[in-house]
Each structure stands twice: as C-alpha cells, then as structure tokens.
C-alpha cells in the first residue's frame, strides 16, 4: 500500500506493508538517525515528531503517518547544531547513539507552552534513557539550549 | 597552547547529534543477506533433530546453519589478548544446548520476514536435560555441563570442567586463621550480587561484506577489533590476512562488547556465499544472549583490635560465570586484587574460591569487573565493623586505608591470569576525597541520620574505591601519527572509541605535545588495516596506556619535524624551536612556518612523508581511588528510598578533559546506582530469564538522579600521559555499599544481598521488630 | 467488520500492537471519527476514546478534576512519546492489570459510552469477563467537586506499578481503588460504605475503614513484589489517601 506524508518539509509517496512500523519505514528512506534501542517503547532512541509532537517509532504503524509530517533531526539542523554546542559545553555527549533522539525532543519541548522547570524537564525526557551520562550533564545543557540556565 | 586539562567539547558530538550516519548498522550493504539465529527454549538440552524440511524451501531461505556445518574448534568469545585467561569451551555452534537464549542454529534469508518466517517452520527436537540454576549447588554437582573432551584452558586458571568449574584461585599473604584468632572483633558476613545487564543503548550489531581484493570485510560494534580479527580467524580457519575488522561509531558498551557474539555468524556466512550478511540483536537477545555480570556469593571476614586497627582480611567468592567461562578467572581476580588493598596495612590477607558454570545466559566483562561485587562486600563489612567497634566508619577507614607512597603485596601477587606487577603508590588522594566529599555532603551535620519525621528519615553512607588504569605487561597500544600538507595531522589509533570520549582524549594529547589545537588533530579508530593494533577499551586502559602511546607517537613525530625543518632551513636542529605553528632557530634567527613546511616537503623540496609510530606497555596499572557519599530519604513504613543526593570525590590523576572524566564517573554512578537499586534480575524455575526486556528491566531514568556532585581531588600521576590515570570503571564502584551503608544508618538494618529493593528491606525491619519483641 | 472477524482489532494508541497480539486480520483505525476532543458542559467532562494520555496529563479541567487525579496518573505513565499516541480507550479496553489509569478512572466513577452497547459504568465493563466487541466511543466523567488523591508505587519512573491506588471524595461519597494488586484496579467497596456513612471521618475512621479494604482486597506475588509486601503498601496508602482527601495530616 502506499502513503503520503511529509518527511521534513517534502511529501514523500511511500509503499509500504501493512504492518510496517515508521521506524521501519524511514530506515529504508536512508534516515539513519532514527534508531532502535529496545522495541518495547521504553528507551526513546527510536523518537521522531508526528506533527512536532514526539512519538516511539519503532512501534507506529507507518500508515498512521499517512497525511502526517514527519520530522527527524535531519530536518531540524540548526537546532541541533545549537544543541551540540550545548552538550560539548557540558561534556553531555557520549555514545550519541541517542542524541537525535533527545535533540528531537528537546525541540519539541522547546515549542510548548510550558514553564521550563526542573520537573517539567524530567517529565518531558523520562523517556530519553540514557546508559552513559548519568543525565545531568544533559539536563544543564539543555537548560542552557532552552535559554533557562541559572 | 593548552588543549589538555581544559573544556573541550568531544570531537565528535556535533556530528552525531545532527544525526549522521556513523554505527554499524547504518554501513551494512543494500540487499545484505539476513542472519537469524534460532535460540534455545531450554536451559539445558540435546538437540536430537532438527526438522527444517518447511523452512528450507521457501523462497529466499539462502542457508540453515547448524553444528554440522561449522569446523568443531573450540574458542572463547571473551575478546581478550593471547593465549586468553579463559577457557577455550565454546564452539560457534554445538549439538548441546547450555542456557535459556543458546544458539540452536542460524536462518540465512534474503529479507527479514523470510528469516522469521523460516525460524517458525523449523522444528527442533529437544532431550531436555537436568539444568543447574542454582550456582551455589554447582560445584561437584552430577550434572555436567562441558563434558565434551575437546574443550581445554590455556594455562593453568584452575579450570576443572569435571567439577563444573571454569576457574578456582587461592593465594593468602600472612596467617589469616592466626591473625583472626588473636583479634578483639571479628565480622563475618555473607553478600550477594545480580546478574546486572550493561543495556548499552545501541544493540549489538555485525555486518560483512567480500572486497574487491576478495577479503573480508566486517563492521562491527566492538569494543575489540583485534582480537576480533584473531578469533574470527582462530574459529573459522580463515586466513587473518583475508580479515578486516572496523569498529564504527559504537553506541555505548560497558564491557559488554568486548566479547565477540554475533561476528561469527555474519563473518562465516559472508566468507562461504561471499554476499552480503547482517546481524542485529534484538534487545531481548541482547539481554538474554550476550553477557552479564558475574552474580556472586562473597564470604568476608574481617579481623580488628579495639582500637580500629584492622588485623586481616579473609575474601572466599563463589562466582556464577554461567553457559561458559568468559572471563570467570579474570573478573574473579579483580573482586580480590582491585578491592582489598584498599586496606593495604593487615598482617594477613586470604582471598580465594570458585567460578561455577551453571545454565545461565554467560557473564562477562563488565564495567567494575569484579571490584564492584568486592566492593559491596568489603565495604559494607567496614562499616558493620565501625557499628561493632562504635567507631566513626570514616576513622575506621583513615586509619587503615592505603596511602600515598604506599604499597600492597597482592599487587605483586594476584595479576589477571599470570601473577601480578608489584607497584608503589605515587599516587593517591583517598585522604583528600574523603576530606572533600564529607564536606560536600555534610557529613558533619547528617551522619548517621537526621530530618527525621512520622513517615520518613534522611540518612548519609559512604564507600571508597579503586580500579586498575590497564593491565600490567599485557595491555598494549599504538599510535602513529602523520603530518599533511598545511600543517594539519592524522592520528590513528587502535584505541576503541565506543562512547567514552577516547577519541577526544587522545586528540587532545596528542594536540598538547604538537602544542596545536584539536581541529587540526585528525582522528581515526579503530580498523585492523589502517590503524595501529590496541587491545582495546577496557580495564580502563586507553587514556593511560593508549594516552601513553599517543604521547609517544606525537613526540617522536615532533622531534622528527624538527629534524626536518632543521635541514630544511640549514640550520642545527639544537637551536631549532617549534611552537605549534613556527619553526624558528634560535642562533640564526632563520623561521619557517609550519604551513610552508609541510607544503614543501611535501609537494617541493626534500619530498618526505613524516609519520611516527609508538606502542607503549604498562610497566604498572596506577588505580584511580574515589570516595562516594551519598543522601538517601527512607519511607519508614513502605521503605521506599530515594537517592537526594550523591557526591563522587575521584582522584584519576589530573584528568585530560574535565568534562569528559565528569561524564564517566558520573555515568557510572547512576549505572552504580542501577545495580544497588532498581536492576532486579528475574528467572522462572526453569531458568528463563524474566526480566529481558525494557519493559521490566528497569534501569535508572532522569527522575531518579537528582543530584550528582563530582570532583576531582588536584593528583599528577608521573606515568600517566599529562598526568592521567584512569577514570572508566571507578566510579561504577561505591553506590552498592554506601547505599547499604546509608540503609544501616536510616533505619538499622543490614542489607547483604543486592539489589537493595524496599521490599527487602521491609522485610528485614520486619524481622527486626520480631526480634526485638 | 469488528463484530464478524474474530481477529480484527480496534486500533487505540497502537503501541503495544506487537506486545499484544500475535496475529491480526485487519485493523480498524478511529482516526477519522473526531473523537480525540475533551469536552465540557455543566455537569459531565465528556472524553472522546481516542484523547491520548498527554491531552489527559495537560488538560486544564481534568487538572482541577478531584484533585487532578486522571492527570497524575497520566503523567506516570512512561515516557512523552508513548502518551502522545496511547489512548484513553486503548487503555480501558486493553484492561491491563498494571493500569494507573483505570485505577484513576474508577475513583472518579467514569462511565462508558460504546457504539452498539448501552452506556456502562466503567466498573460494570471491568466486571464483564470477555472484552465486548464494540466501539467505545467516549468517557463521561461526572464534575462533582472534591478532593481526590492518586499514588504509584514503581521502581524507577518508567516502570509499572508494583501498586496503584486513586481516592476520591466528592460531595461526601468516597472512591478508594487499588490497582496492580497485581489483579485490575478494584474498589474497597465496604471500606466506601463504612466512610460515606460519616459526616466527618476521625483518624480511627480512617483506621476502620483501611483495615476493611485490606480484607476486601485480594493481593497477590508476580515479579515485581510479593503479596505481602503489596498489602502492606496498600494499608499505608489508602491510610495516607484517605487522611490526604479529607484533610487530615499524616
């Protein structure tokens, strides 16, 4: 079956199989940062935005992406960049197999509405695992990438 | 310039955050054959037929691999140097089936849905046969688990698979039953550790392909390139020549990609169809397929006078190496020899036991390697022995901790398979870290409790630590350096990169003694045709050993460099100085650039490629020592516990980027942390593994880490490169005890077994109040 | 479609699709149905069955909803990806044992509103022993005010519960449900009867009643705690709870 979404800002028409998760999917589009960590929706590696909201790809059926946009951190390079900056300042980047992910994320959150506190942070990211930094470095260098470092 | 021992992002990080193909899998070959691996329902079988009449037929179905189609050489997949301490006791595939997740036989198919389509066609008829789960049963028990004659050690390690013992070691320096017998207190206690699993976030993952030179080429994520070379080469009788391993961008290992898994399968399957093959683990493979760490039964006994002077250590570990014997003798040395001389002046010390095989998915290599499991023991016992002397723990541990300048003879006994390397401690800051962290954490005011209300108490614990920086005389890294044209240079290096900051590191060393900056330091790792041979990243070895080599490369390369401009300029190459960017003669005034230089000499006069290469070996394995405090809140009635706070005060020598040895130690604390708290590990009574998943394997996330504190103590350790010890395991070492040790203090209890759950210790204070009734 | 194959399946948030069921003949997606809105009149919240998990956890009138209890119980519930795509319905109708959600939606007495069936309380549906092959289509919850008070217990953020528990009061009737016993989420029924009958409950009232729900509720051991360990963590909760909503310090 086909389908049509936007993939960071270029409709891109898709033939898929029914049971095909987007992970999947993007994977073969030769989007690399997109990655699976563990398949049960507990780590976040496999994050990308639905409609800049994050969401696990690696169990969303690629046809619920169908007349969606897609973004993954290709599409937002400057914003990671930024981000990078940040984390090299911290020493916050280690393996880095998750950091498109938490980039992605730390987008998303970027957008919302919402008051940039301790709690709010943690809540938004609790499901970025990470086996390498311990989290803190992370979370001051987002702080500082959200523009609300003390 | 100064590029060492300041901020300086990882070379790297940009580049991976915008998402850039860079691990593994993203480098595996369009159209790459698919391997599958159908793995073992039962903890302990016999394969009496297997029946893939369905399977085989179906289009796209390319090979079904069994025992039958492999040589029978048994090898070990522990990712060690030669001859390896462990026992040669695996065959990549084999008639008998030893763990819950065992390699049966492998699917080899055009796309994924084929492989698993194949995989549930075939049937496999199993003899079920009596497993052995309990590994304090293990020994001598009438089951065996490695009957099969070919299977055979290395050199001694006290392999008897007749007993179900992959490895036994006694040493004893003094009398311990003498010693014991004169003491005013003794403590005697019994601890347990888990199975706890790495769960590093990128999937183990291999990919092959054949060359235009017809060789074969495998990507893999690894933490040890060469020895994957070796082994590969070693068990499938393919010629080492016609190997290439690449170590991509690796997502994180921990120990648990130093062993070889899937490589052999994608390397076998490559070499015959010479297609294409991919293998990624599933996480549920990863968690039940690859390795653990070592679970451990440690007996401790401790011997004092009343005034605090500790009298002697007695150490007996019982060690569960599971399926098969990678590194049972290795990790079970470390539990002695990077744990007890911590209290170096005992007149008698006695370590010694056993590493069983049992059915369980195998242990392995594992950041901490044993000192950690030591760690909760022998930690955990000085401080019930503070409790018994009524002594401050931290006293205690001052008046008996080892010290700068100091010695323990176990160095010089126990090594990692051979006898160890004697060595003095220049340094070593335990005084200072347990001066800072107390503060810190306010020590003063919080031992051993405070804040108590109706429903909760705060209380404070507290551990040391030590670790190893490489392996003595075994442990060996190379570098070479190249300068190009315009004054910019390639490092290469054997050293593993796999998420630690290596690559930084070594750049940055090698930027320091080219006084230059790190743009111009051009690093690649790790690839068995490019790049120098390292034994890779673990016990803590690249910045020191493989710092060392970089260290020596860059200064060869300058001398040279120097030589040559000498010539160049006609001038004595004495008087001659560089500073990063100029050459200048001190007695003629005569200067050249570097830029001009290395464009000279390479594209006009005196035509020259200038390269160094150095290897280094370390002659001692200086360890890092850490005090770990942490902050805890107790629930008093449900036990509930929360961390509040933990500060890690490390002496790793002068660390070479201080940001990035921040992120080890505290990427290790909260993997610390797992292990004390919350990384439970389940298994059915038929030895299936329960917890295999993310979903019920529960690692430490951001809500849990409030607060880390990290310092690093002023230390210049003379051997190390820049002053550097090593940092990558240390830190993983304290959380069990001094959660344990913060739990005694909070509401009396004494937890021995680990994970240190509520609803242990709700049970414990429980049986509390029935004994005090 | 749903009502003649036995293998088709309703489509909620999706994610557990592969976790769940091994094989499916078609999936019926709600996507188009509008029924991702919260709507409000003067006397019901009316949520619609595809409303995820996030749109629970920020919903400014649910926040308010008895001491905000839905929302805190959406907020526990793993990471921000997944509550943005699981859904309301997906959770009642997967009827999970572990659910913070109807442990949560109990307490505030939601009731159920399908395609074909007739409307059902959400405790009459969890008392049915098959799932109904039917559309539910929304959740209406009532906006009697009042306090309310929701706990998890779980090993790290991301876990499930070892033990859930939601209390209500409102307009003097009290809910007290506990779930992932590790059984579904249950009402201490006699304990509700006991408290409703007093005007203004003492400390010994709250003792009276906790000790009833602890004999009306069953508890049980899986892998994450044992069952004596469970009663235990639900005696000092729903005492804990129970103070929390009628004000009383603990």
């Known amino acids: 079956m086909n389908i049509n979404f936007l993939l960071n800002g270029t409709l891109k028409v898709v033939n898929i199989c029914p049971g095909e998760m987007l992970l999947d999917t993007l994977r073969k589009l030769d989007i690399l ?21 994050p969401i696990p790809s690696c169990s969303f059926l690629s046809v619920r992406a169908d007349g969606h946009a897609v973004t993954t951190v290709e599409g937002i390079p ?11 300042e911290e020493g916050a980047d280690q393996c880095g197999f998750c950091n498109p992910a938490f980039s992605l994320t730390a987008y998303a959150m970027k957008q919302e509405k919402i008051v940039f506190d301790e709690q709010t942070i943690k809540d938004y990211l609790v499901g970025n695992l990470c086996r390498c930094t311990g989290y803190l470095s992370q979370e001051k260098a987002l702080r500082k990438y959200l523009g609300v470092d003390q | 310039m100064k590029t060492v021992q300041t901020i300086q992002p990882s070379v790297d990080g940009k580049g991976l955050m915008m998402g850039r193909k860079g691990y593994t899998d993203d480098y595996k070959e369009p159209g790459s054959l698919i391997i599958k691996i159908l793995r073992s329902p039962y903890a302990h079988a016999k394969i009496k037929q297997i029946d893939s009449s369905k399977a085989s037929p179906l289009p796209g179905v390319r090979m079904i691999l069994t025992a039958a ?123 347990f550790t888990q199975a706890q699993a790495h769960v590093m976030m990128e999937p183990h993952a291999v990919n092959a392909r054949i060359d235009y030179q017809n060789r074969l080429v495998i990507y893999s994520s690894t933490q040890t390139p060469f020895h994957i070379r070796r082994i590969i080469s070693q068990a499938l009788e393919i010629p080492i020549s016609q190997i290439r391993v690449i170590k991509p961008r690796v997502g994180g290992g921990f120990g648990g990609k130093q062993a070889i898994h899937g490589e052999m399968f994608a390397a076998f399957v490559t070499w015959k169809t010479k297609q294409p093959s991919t293998l990624v683990y599933t996480r549920k493979e990863v968690f039940s397929s690859t390795y653990t760490r070592h679970p451990m039964r440690l007996d401790l006994t401790l011997g004092a006078m009343k005034d605090g002077t500790l009298k002697a250590i007695d150490c007996q570990v019982l060690s569960d190496t599971g399926a098969y014997g990678e590194h049972a003798l290795t990790v079970f040395m470390v539990t002695g020899s990077k744990v007890l001389p911590l209290y170096n002046k005992v007149s008698a010390v006695r370590f010694g036991g056993h590493v069983v095989y049992t059915n369980h998915t195998p242990a392995g290599a594992f950041r901490g390697y044993g000192a950690i499991q030591g ?33 323990s003879p176990i160095f010089a006994i126990m090594g990692e398979g051979t006898a160890g390397t004697a060595m003095i401690m220049d340094t070593c800051k335990l005084e200072e870290c347990i001066a800072r962290g107390k503060a810190l954490i306010g020590w003063e005011d919080k031992y051993p409790r405070f804040q108590e209300t109706k429903t909760t108490v705060r209380a404070v614990g507290m551990a040391l630590a030590m670790q190893g ?74 910045t020191y050993v493989s710092g060392n080599a970089v260290l020596k490369a860059a200064k060869a390369l300058k001398a040279k460099m120097i030589d040559k401009a000498a010539q160049l300029l006609e001038v004595e190459s004495d008087s001659l100085v560089f500073d990063g960017t100029m050459f200048q003669d001190l007695k003629t005034g005569k ?74 130690v505290e990427g290790a604390i909260v993997q610390g942390l797992g292990m004390a708290l919350t990384e439970n590990v389940k298994e059915s009574s038929q030895g299936k593994l329960l917890t295999g998943d993310l979903l019920s394997y529960t690692i430490p996330t951001r809500k849990e880490i409030k607060r880390l504190t990290t310092e690093f103590v002023s230390s210049y350790e003379k051997s190390g490169p820049y002053g550097a010890k090593s940092v990558g395991e240390v830190g993983i070492d304290t959380p069990p005890a001094a959660l344990a040790n913060a739990i005694e203090n909070a509401l009396g209890v004494r937890i021995t077994s680990l994970p240190l759950t509520p609803e242990k210790i709700f049970f414990a204070m429980k049986e509390k109040r029935s004994n005090n009734e | 479609m749903l009502t003649e194959d036995p293998k088709s399946v309703i489509l909620g948030g999706g994610l557990w699709l592969r976790l769940s069921f091994s094989e499916v003949s078609t999936l019926i997606g709600l996507e188009k149905l509008g029924l991702d809105r919260i709507e409000e009149d003067d006397q019901w919240i009316k949520l619609g069955s595809q409303v995820t998990l996030r749109d629970l956890q920020t919903s400014t009138p649910l926040q308010s909803l008895a001491g905000g209890i839905l929302s805190q119980a959406s907020e526990h519930i793993m990471g921000i990806g997944v509550r943005n795509v699981a859904t309301i319905g997906g959770t009642i109708c997967g009827r999970y044992g572990f659910s913070d959600l109807l442990t949560a939606l109990l307490a505030l007495d939601a009731r159920l509103v399908f395609f074909k069936t007739e409307e059902l309380s959400l405790k009459q549906y969890l008392a049915k022993k098959k799932p109904l092959r039917d559309i539910l289509l929304s959740i209406r919850i009532r906006k009697t005010p009042g306090a309310g008070y929701f706990h998890k217990i779980s090993t790290t953020a991301l876990d499930f519960a070892i033990l859930n528990l939601a209390i209500a009061r409102r307009a003097g009737k009290y809910k007290i449900v506990v779930g992932s016993r590790p059984g579904i989420a249950k009402c201490a029924e006699n304990a509700m009867e006991y408290l409703d009958q007093i005007e203004n409950p003492s400390e010994s009232d709250i003792l009276k009643a906790t000790q009833l729900a602890l004999e009306e509720l069953t508890f049980s051991t899986n892998l994450k705690a044992t069952q004596e360990y469970r009663q235990e963590l639900a005696r000092v909760y729903v005492e804990r709870g129970l103070k929390a909503v009628i004000g009383l310090e603990y």
């Open chain 2, 469 to 542: 920086s490489g392996i003595p005389l075994i442990d060996m890294g190379s570098a070479t350096i190249k300068l190009n044209d315009d004054g910019f240079y390639n490092l290469l290096v054997g050293a593993t990169e796999i998420g630690q900051g290596s690559d930084t590191v070594l750049s940055q060393i090698a930027a320091e003694v080219l006084e230059t900056t790190l743009d111009k330091i051009i690093i690649y790792s790790s690839d068995t045709d490019l790049t120098p041979f390292d034994v890779g990243a673990y016990a803590s070895s690249t």
């Open chain 1, 33 to 53: 940062s997109v990655r699976r960590g563990c398949d049960t929706t507990s780590c976040g590696v496999c994050t990308v935005l639905l409609d800049n909201k």
């Open chain 2, 375 to 407: 760690n909760f023991a022998l930690e955990s016992a000085i401080d019930m022995l503070a409790k018994k002397l009524k002594m401050d723990p931290l006293k205690l541990r001052e008046m008996n901790m080892m010290k700068e300048g100091e010695t």
């Open chain 2, 591 to 664: 200067s050249i650039s570097l830029t001009d230089f290395s464009n000279q000499i390479t594209y006009s006069k005196q035509q020259e490629q200038l390269s160094a290469t150095a290897s280094y070996v370390g002659h001692k394995s200086p360890p890092p020592f850490m005090a770990g405090f942490v902050e805890i809140e107790i629930d008093k009635q449900t036990c509930e516990l929360s961390i509040e706070h933990y500060v890690s005060v490390v002496d790793c020598g002068t660390p070479i980027n201080l940001k990035l040895a921040q992120g080890q």
């Open chain 1, 78 to 88: 400057e914003e990671a960049e930024k981000l990078a900056k940040c984390f090299g």
């Open chain 2, 69 to 191: 189609d492999f040589p029978r050489i048994p090898f070990t997949r522990a990712g060690q140097g030669y001859p390896e301490p462990s026992p040669h006791d695996k065959f990549v595939l084999d008639e008998t089936l030893r763990y819950v997740g065992d390699e049966v036989l492998a699917v080899v198919a055009e796309s994924e849905e084929v492989a698993e389509k194949a995989l549930s066609l075939i049937r496999v008829d199993y003899e079920v046969l009596e497993p052995i789960l309990d590994f304090e049963t293990a020994l001598d028990h009438p089951v065996l688990i490695h009957p099969e004659p070919e299977i055979k050690e290395m050199f001694p390690i006290g392999f008897d698979p007749k007993r179900n013992l992959a490895a036994s070691y006694q040493m004893e320096v003094g009398e311990v039953i003498k010693e014991l017998a004169a003491c005013d207190t003794i403590v005697k206690s019994r601890f």
